[in-house]
């Protein structure tokens, strides 16, 4: 067995590095490093040596040539069991280098800067850290790399285990992350050079993940699954958030989470909350404060939102917390939670999973998004937009007063399974919710009445048992209902006009928008045409 005698160290994110490096100098081994991290190194009272001793050779270009030489390479490659290797690196005086330690440059961290130049994007692209580790790892039966701070300590525990040196099957493992984070840091600068292409023509697409933890299962027990994070991911993202409280995650409960983070983006900059059960919004609204917007989505689907998983827009506070007394639900995420909320939470439940986000809400930033199929992928822009434009197409004219309803009711349609229709109020002045929701079935006239038809009306008898069918085509008739995509035929019109639908919103494009229209014209409804589609399989 040999041991570990010199190693390379050159990082850009120097957490845990100091520590790492005096461990390895009190394990007897000799370290070459570069600019800063030397710098931080030596600063705390190491010995290390320049990697230009080692090499022979300044660095130069500004520092763009600095290891990309022989001696580096040839230390990193060399097959310590190859007596015809051994024999050329004695006859050109070169050393063996046992233990890399390289992260690379920033890439992904510079460009989720949205003022930064594709100059100063290119010049954190990383060529030494890269070449290197692949050296390295090609080399694993000989040689440790290190990419992760992670790893540090791991490497060092093996080191006092192993008289000075890590077992081959460690080396297999780091060698592996290597390769997994060169893919995923490539494939992060293909996809940003991509951007920068002229012109609509398919560009290569690249896609990769090196970080990833396996979950308890997959949709069902029997499938295995995994989560994997985008390092690159600018925004707030259900796959970037802390997990403060709860059971850990499951396959499912991503997918749901994904559901209500990007739901309820669209209401940000308000009090807004969306409650998804099996990715369709069951509960959505908005309020004067968090709380009084929590109880309005909540409504939307009291039955339903039982473990539900939950988003919200804002710093969760001790009154909306204190709603879910009594109300189970998988997991909730917010940008925050106040000490207090968070104490609440936490002695309700032991399971409860609390996540908060890593990034600021906002609404969907624009980027690509996949779909796995047998043989290959689908990929397509994000569904970030609303409206293409506003049409009144009917004699009544859509009520002005109504629109800011219709736009929040296609927030909610946009986020629901095909075919959708979402029927929503305006509970109290300027806020709003959906009073009933059909999702995700074969075709749209049952969409509308067989599920949010029934479902408007039975939040409306729960909420007051004593309501009359006269008030219900009142409250019905101040409602706004939206179709994510058109109409195909009349029969709709026919079954919302049955319950007193006064405005309806839908994208049109028909062959049969005359027929649709007409119908609206016969019940004197006011029908508006946005021009945009939002499919949602």
């Known amino acids: 067995m040999s041991r570990i005698e010199r190693a390379l160290i050159s990082v850009s994110d ?77 006859e050109h005086g070169l050393k063996s280098i046992d233990l890399v330690c390289v992260n690379l440059y920033p890439f ?225 995420i917010a940008p925050d939670f106040d000490a207090d909320a968070l104490e609440f939470l936490k002695a309700k439940s032991k399971n409860i999973r609390l996540l908060k986000l890593r990034a600021p809400m906002a609404k969907a930033a624009p980027r690509k998004m996949i779909k796995d199929i047998n043989g290959g992928i689908l990929v397509q822009d994000v569904d970030t937009d609303l409206i293409a434009e506003w049409k009144d197409v009917t004699k009544t004219a859509f009520d002005d007063s109504k629109k800011a309803l219709a736009e929040f009711g296609l927030a909610a349609a946009k986020h629901t399974k095909s075919n959708a229709i979402m029927i929503v109020q305006e509970y109290k002045s300027g806020q709003f919710r959906v009073l009933g929701m059909g999702a995700g079935q074969p075709n749209r006239v049952d969409a509308l009445r067989k599920l949010a038809i029934t479902k408007a009306v039975e939040n409306l008898k729960l909420q007051n048992p004593e309501i009359t069918e006269e008030e219900i085509q009142k409250v019905i008739g101040d409602c706004v209902f939206v179709s994510e995509a058109f109409f195909p035929f009349a029969d709709s019109i026919d079954e919302a006009h049955a319950v007193g639908a006064r405005f309806i919103v839908q994208p049109g494009g028909s062959i049969r928008d005359d027929e649709v229209i007409a119908a609206c014209d016969k019940h004197g409804i006011a ?9 949602r399989h």
């Open 108 to 332: 992904e961290a510079t460009i989720a800067n949205p003022d930064v130049s594709i100059p100063e994007a290119i010049e954190q692209i990383d060529i030494g850290g890269p070449t290197m580790i692949r050296s390295a790892a090609k080399n694993m039966k000989f040689v440790t790399v290190v990419t992760s701070p992670a790893d540090y300590s791991r490497v060092l525990n093996a080191m006092d285990a192993n008289a000075g040196d890590t077992t081959e099957e460690l080396r297999f493992e780091l060698g592996q992350k290597v390769f997994a984070r060169a893919a995923e840091y490539n494939a992060t600068i293909a996809g940003y050079l991509a951007d920068q292409v002229a012109g609509d023509a398919p560009k290569p697409f690249v896609k990769a993940a090196s970080s990833g933890v396996e979950l308890r299962y997959g949709e069902n027990s029997h499938q295995k699954a995994w989560l994997y994070t985008d390092a690159a991911s600018p925004e707030a993202a259900i796959a970037q958030t802390d997990v403060l409280h709860g059971k850990e995650m499951s396959y499912n409960n991503y997918v749901d989470g994904e559901g209500a983070l990007e739901a309820v983006k669209e209401l940000s900059g308000k009090p807004g909350v969306s409650v998804i059960k099996h990715t369709n919004p069951c509960g959505y609204a908005t309020g004067e404060t968090l709380a009084e917007a929590f109880e309005a989505a909540w409504s939307g689907d009291p039955v339903s939102a039982f473990g539900s998983v939950i988003a919200v827009t804002q710093t969760v506070d001790l009154a909306t917390a204190e709603l879910l007394k009594g109300r189970f639900i998988e997991a909730l």
């Open 527 to 535: 029908m508006a045409f946005t021009a945009m589609r939002h499919f």
């Open 14 to 90: 120097k957490t845990g590095i100091v520590d790492f490096a005096r461990g390895l100098a009190e394990r007897n081994v000799e370290l070459y490093s570069t600019g800063g991290t030397a710098k931080a190194i030596r600063d705390a009272g190491i010995d290390v040596k320049d990697i230009s001793d080692f090499t022979g050779f300044p660095e130069i270009l500004d520092g763009r040539v600095k290891t990309l030489t022989p001696q580096v390479h040839a230390g990193l490659l060399f097959m310590r069991d190859n007596p015809e290797h051994v024999k050329t690196m004695e």
